[in-house]
């Protein structure tokens, strides 16, 4: 059983293009989280979830929008691919808020050409 | 906002010896820090937390160790084998909920 998926698990696509990347975690969790790991492996969080609310929000480009339709999904879509958008994108569930381990899914492998 | 150092270069070390990553931050300390390990192509899986108050943490073969003066945490793998191969990542929490993790270091294990 997979505790953290995303899908798909890999994304070529045209720059314009509009795409989403889909998150399920069967933990129980109350947060969920995006992160974007560039090709220097920085992860640097995007968005944070908690009970289906937005908690953190970060300096990211408003084609960026997650949506948590209730606490075990946390989906992003992304409008008007750009090249700087390639990347690998995590989504992580923790159980709280706080001082809480991280479970990751596998990542998504965008390629924006 | 907080900033996380890891030494970028590869750890080459042989098998059966300690294996030592280092994760330095800048700013104010973190209630605690966490280590993570990623493999290729696959997400970061969590391996130990250790607290402000706590200077050292165990698990099997795995040691952390927390300096909040020298704003340093190491992790020590002993009797290190082939299959620790992979990138070690350092993380931590600020008063904001956001949470940082350093670029990681990647470790090999040559037998």
């Known amino acids: 059983d997979t505790a953290v998926s995303q899908t798909p698990k890999y994304l070529v696509t045209q720059m314009g293009n509009d795409k989403s990347i889909k998150c399920e975690q069967n933990l129980g969790h109350d947060t969920m989280y995006w992160y974007k790991q560039d090709s220097k492996k920085f992860l640097k969080i995007m968005f944070s979830y908690n009970n289906k609310e937005l908690i953190i929000n970060e300096t990211v480009p408003n084609r960026f929008s997650p949506k948590s339709p209730d606490k075990a999904h946390l989906n992003l879509h992304i409008n008007s691919l750009e090249l700087g958008d390639s990347a690998v994108y995590f989504c992580?569930?923790?159980?709280?808020?706080?001082?809480?381990?991280?479970?990751f899914g596998p990542g998504t492998r965008l390629l924006v050409l | 906002s907080q900033k996380i150092e890891q030494n970028s270069e590869a750890l080459n070390i042989q098998e059966g010896k300690t294996a030592t990553l280092t994760c330095n931050y800048t700013n104010y300390s973190p209630a605690y820090l966490q280590w993570y390990r990623q493999d290729p192509g696959r997400g970061p899986v969590f391996l130990l937390l250790i607290r402000e108050n706590e200077k050292e943490k165990r698990k099997e073969r795995l040691k952390v160790t927390f300096d909040t003066t020298l704003k340093q945490s190491l992790f020590h793998i002993t009797a290190s084998q082939p299959a620790d191969s992979a990138t070690y990542l350092c993380a931590l929490e600020d008063n904001f909920n956001k949470f940082y993790f350093g670029s990681g270091t990647k470790l090999n294990v040559k037998p």
């Open positions: 992580a569930s923790s159980l709280r808020r706080q001082e809480e381990t991280q479970y």
